[in-house]
């Protein structure tokens, strides 16, 4: 199967192109589909097998797609709320959604721990799309007002497993609520 195959717009086509990739993996070839109908999903993959794709991809064009319907007045609103355990891990997926989202105009940003909450806030106050955060600080910005989960259409749990054997039970429960 070939990424053509797969029903997807013209911009993400180009940027896999960009990227080298023509075949899905097989989590994109069996994620892509269901989650471009809307669907919800639980997916288990190892690491390196393109899972971050596998739900990257589908987002892109369902928020691509919104947008073509949405007024273009005012700031961007976060549609879609990636939670993962590590910065490490969420600015990979940020810069994943940076290649495969190139020619669609969405804009994402990653909030971390560890760090100011300057440039984090500066970003969210500018207006995104796609917010990729690790739980403490999507908390701690989500108390102080910064982030509002009220447009939110699309909401994915990275590495579900591993938040859960990190001890974030608590805070993976209260950002899922
Ligand atoms: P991940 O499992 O999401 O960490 O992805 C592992 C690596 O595979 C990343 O470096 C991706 O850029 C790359 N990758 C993801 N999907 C594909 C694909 N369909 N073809 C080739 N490489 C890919």
Redesign the pocket.
């Given at each position: 199967m070939l990424?053509n195959e797969l029903d997807l717009i013209e911009p993400i086509l180009n940027a896999?192109k960009n990227?080298?990739?023509?075949?899905?993996?097989p989590i994109?070839q069996k994620s892509i589909p269901i989650i471009l109908r809307g669907q919800d999903l639980l997916g288990c993959?190892q690491?390196?097998?393109?899972?971050?794709?596998?739900f990257a991809i589908p987002i892109i064009q369902i928020l691509h797609n919104l947008k073509a319907n949405l007024p273009e007045r005012g700031p961007r609103k976060i549609r879609t709320l990636i939670v993962t355990p590590t910065r490490e891990l969420a600015i990979?997926i940020g810069e994943?959604f940076n290649s495969y989202g190139k020619g669609t105009g969405l804009r994402n940003t990653v909030v971390f721990g560890g760090v100011s909450q300057h440039s984090q806030v500066t970003a969210l106050r500018s207006g995104v799309d796609i917010l990729i955060a690790t739980p403490g600080r999507l908390l701690d910005l989500c108390a102080q007002g910064y982030i509002s989960m009220s447009d939110l259409s699309i909401f994915v749990l990275d590495e579900a497993d591993r938040m859960l054997d990190m001890g974030f039970v608590v805070d993976v429960k209260k950002s899922s609520a």
């Open positions: 990424f896999l990227e080298g990739y023509t075949t899905p993996t994109q993959a690491t390196g097998t393109g899972k971050t794709a596998a990979q994943s």
